[in-house]
């Protein structure tokens, strides 16, 4: 089966990876994946191209102008075409309102989609437009993906859902059985100066990066010790760095911006935090219990149906960093039955969340369109 997989990357995010592991098992299996790179013009090779080809995958781009650019879909759907694929596979808003406008009889091949979450946190802006954008956009797909359960229940896919057009595929990623040697570097060098405490994602609202500043702020009163590494980048970088100097927390915290492979630093840190007010099912977490580290994380999105309570980690509400702290507290207190919960999330998460279960799903959908 030659499947064309269309996205437009800004970096190594959580669709990115769970895009380059479907894609891997889809070839490893002997289909013909393809990821098709949408990126403007001036735009240089992005981090999800090089570790395509670094992973043997074939990665195509397309250079156009931003915005709703319908020519430059045009030339992806005349690529198909010639290519002769059978299947078009969107991910993200891009992809799915270039595509999700033009009619079935032009495009004559299959359309699904994959939601990685909305995470608008206000509807007048422009996230939030594209975000509607997308909704209108998914009325003209074959199948509709969704990462978490919770998002069947979203009012703008409430509709699809009762056509049965929306499906439930969670995320997976590929077992790590080898030992995982972390650079030795300035994080590793952190990381040594006392239990850490890690959360890896974008620097954006809807992370809630400023509640786990705050919680740490509480826990380094019990634990004078410990420390908090936050891994990525984005436009709320300044105003957690702001939040960290009023804290007095510039020793203790560190945001060493965004790192290739990421996952590495996990085995030098003693718990996991994911701290989110809007997810769908974080590839970091899964790389978190996969690797055996103790989690915290925010009941939203697809992630209670990951991180139980007393079995494979510790569930707080949003936005509550009094609660987080506590949890911090009490993971540290009792950290021997923390790393038991953590083999249970270990085992877990190689049972139901592998790649390869998610890509067997991906392509029985796929098969049950072409027929």
Known sequence: MRIIHIIDSEGMYGAEVMLL?????????????????IREKDEFDTPLEDE?????LEAVTFRMADGPNFLGAWHILRYVRLESFDVMHTHGYKGDILFGFIPARLRKIPLICTLHGWTSMRRLSKLGAYEYLDALSLRHFDAVCVVSEAMLGHPLL?????????????????????PVCPPDDEITDFCRQGPTVVSIGRLSEEKGHRYLVEAFARLVKTIPDARLLIIGEGPERGALERAIREQGLSEK????????????????????????L???LPITLLEAMQAGVPVIATE???????????????L????????????????????GEA?????????????????????????DLYQGLLN
């Not at 509400?317 to 609660?323: I, R, T, Y």
């Open 52 to 56: 395509a080809r670094r992973r043997g």
């Open 339 to 363: 790393l038991q919960m953590a083999e249970k999330a270990k085992s877990c998460i190689l049972d139901e969340y592998s790649s390869n279960r998610m890509a067997r799903r991906y392509v």
């Open 21 to 37: 592991n479907l894609a891997e098992e889809q070839k490893k299996s002997g289909h013909r994946p393809v990821i098709a790179s």
């Open 253 to 276: 915290v560190m945001l060493p911006g965004y790192r290739d492979l990421a996952w590495r630093y996990l085995v030098r840190c003693h718990a996991f935090v994911l701290s989110s």
């Open 158 to 178: 409430k509709k699809l859902n009762g056509r049965g057009r929306i499906h439930f595929v969670p995320n997976g990623i590929p077992p790590r059985q080898e």
């Open 316 to 335: 707080v509400a949003p936005g509550d960093s009094e609660k987080l702290s506590e949890s911090m507290r009490d993971l540290f207190l009792a950290y």
């Open 278 to 280: 809007t997810e769908g």
């Open 300 to 314: 939203v999105g697809g992630i209670p149906r990951v991180v139980r309570p007393s079995m494979t980690g510790r």
